[in-house]
C-alpha cells in the first residue's frame, strides 16, 4: 500500500503550559456514576447468566454511559489472564478450565438486551492451543443464531503470532476485526512483555489480506511516556497494514501496582492527534481522556461505513 505521510506529522507542537499532578486527574475526567435502571438491569442479567464484561475487570470509566444506553463488552473465557501486562486491571495467573456453554449464554443475554452492535473480547489463553480461537469462532455461531441482527465486533488477542488461529476466528466472519496494539514500540518490553509489536501489527496485516471485507481496527493509550514521534510511527505503521479505524484514549493507572501515568493530555491534543490520525487515511478515529476500545464502538461503524461509501 502505497501511503502518503505529511511531512509535518506532530512536528514543532507546542506541549501544555498547564502543570498537573500526576496523582490526581484533571477536571476532564469527571464521568456519570452508574446506577440507572438500565444499569442495573445489564448488571443483574450478567450476574445471573454467569457472564464477565471488560467494563467491570478493566475498571472503565465509561461504565455508566455504556451500560445506561444498553451497550457492553462480553469478556469470555474466564477472567483470568495468562499475562501480565503493566496497564491491564485484568487478574493475572492460572485461568480455570473452559466453559464450552458460555457461547450461548452470550448470545442469550445479547438477545435479551437487543443489542445492534455487540463486542466480544477475552483474556489472554496462553494455556490453550488454539489461544482460544474456537471460543471466538463458537460465539459468533451462537450471536447468528440467537441475536442475527446483531453486528458482531471481536477484540481478540494476538494468539502468540499464529495465523492458523487467527484465521478460525475470520472464518466465523465478524463484522469488525479488532486488536489493540495499546502502545508504542520503544514501550512494548515494560508495557505489555508478553506481546509483540510486530506480532499486533501482522496480525492487521493478515486479517485484511485473508478477509478483506472485514473492517479491521485498533487502539492506542496514550500517557505511557511515550513521545510525539512515537505516536507518529505508531499511526503510520498502523496505516501500513490497512488498519481502518481507530481508539485513542488516555492510560489511567488502575492501582499504585501498575505503570504510572507519565502526563496527561489535554482534550485540544485529542482533537489534534485525531485530525493528523485522519489525515493519514484512517476511516474513523475516535479519540479522546476518556477513550476506549469499545466506547461509542457502534457510532464508531456506522461512521466508518458512512464514510466509505461517500
Partial sequence: MNTQIPVNLFRGRRQPTEKI????????????????????RIKNLMRGLRLNTVCEEANCPNIGECWSQG?????????????????????????????????????????????????????????????????FSETVAALRKHAPHCRIELLIPDFSDRATDLYTVLGSCPDVLNHNIETVERLYRRA????????????????????????????????????????????????????????????????????AVERFYHPDEFAEIRKEALGLGFGHVEAGPLVRSSYHAREQVDTFKKAAVR
Fill in 192 to 259: 505489555r512483555p508478553g506481546g509483540r509489536y510486530q506480532w499486533a501489527l501482522r496480525l492487521l496485516k493478515r486479517a485484511k489480506q485473508h478477509s478483506p471485507q472485514i473492517a479491521t481496527k485498533s487502539g492506542l493509550m496514550v500517557g505511557l511516556g511515550e513521545s510525539r514521534e512515537d505516536l507518529r510511527r505508531t499511526l503510520i505503521d498502523l496505516r501500513q497494514v490497512e488498519c481502518q479505524i481507530l481508539t485513542i484514549g488516555q492510560y489511567l493507572r488502575p492501582s499504585p501496582a501498575h505503570l
Fill in 71 to 135: 451497550t457492553a463488552t462480553f469478556m469470555i473465557l474466564g477472567e483470568v489472564c495468562t499475562r501480565s501486562c503493566g496497564y491491564c486491571n485484568v487478574i493475572h495467573g492460572t485461568p480455570l478450565a473452559v466453559d464450552y456453554k458460555e457461547p450461548k449464554r452470550v448470545a442469550e443475554a445479547v438477545s435479551e438486551l437487543n443489542l445492534e452492535h455487540v463486542v466480544i473480547t477475552s483474556v489472554d489463553r496462553d494455556d490453550l492451543p488454539d489461544g482460544g480461537a474456537s471460543i
Fill in 21 to 40: 499532578a500526576l496523582n490526581r486527574k484533571p477536571p476532564w475526567f469527571r464521568v456519570r456514576a452508574p446506577g440507572s435502571s438500565e444499569y442495573m
